[in-house]
């Protein structure tokens, strides 16, 4: 299962496409450290890249792992952002990117590998 854009509904009396908001069950969940497994180490598929408005990142990655789609956050200028340019420049879709857990302040993240 992948994300899908929401569906287009029939047009509305003054001849406007309606379309609704996405409901939960449409969007992928954010992937957390503790998904990676008990290694710690783990291959992501990037399946997409789009751009966020939110205030914690500024691309939402959309990842494959073990099957299950993930959104992940990507913040501009960031180490993950830095080693993925390195890379692969700005051509992220359709990539295997090596992560892994790292704790940074006794918070878990997942980084990039080299």
Same mark, same amino acid.
């Given at each position: 299962?992948?994300?899908?854009?929401? *569906?287009?509904?029939?047009?509305?009396?003054? !001849? +406007? @496409?309606?379309?609704?908001?996405? &409901?939960?069950? #449409?969007? $992928?969940?954010?992937? *957390?450290?503790?998904?990676?497994?008990?290694? !710690? +180490? @783990?291959?992501?598929?990037?399946? &997409?890249?789009? #751009?966020? $408005?939110?205030?914690?990142?500024?691309?939402?990655?959309?990842?494959?792992?073990?099957?299950?789609?993930?959104?992940?956050?990507?913040?501009?200028?960031?180490?993950?952002?830095?080693?993925?340019?390195?890379?692969?420049?700005?051509?992220?879709?359709?990539?295997?990117?090596?992560?892994?857990?790292?704790?940074?302040?006794?918070?878990?993240?997942?980084?990039?590998?080299?």
């Amino acid at each position: 299962m992948g994300i899908r854009a929401p *569906k287009k509904q029939q047009d509305n009396s003054e !001849g +406007k @496409a309606h379309i609704s908001a996405p &409901s939960k069950s #449409d969007l $992928a969940p954010f992937l *957390k450290s503790g998904e990676i497994g008990k290694s !710690g +180490k @783990a291959t992501l598929k990037i399946v &997409s890249v789009r #751009d966020s $408005a939110s205030e914690f990142s500024d691309w939402i990655a959309d990842v494959k792992l073990g099957g299950k789609m993930y959104a992940w956050g990507i913040k501009a200028n960031g180490g993950n952002h830095r080693r993925l340019y390195a890379k692969y420049k700005a051509a992220w879709a359709g990539k295997q990117v090596k992560v892994e857990v790292k704790t940074h302040l006794g918070t878990k993240y997942i980084a990039v590998s080299d």
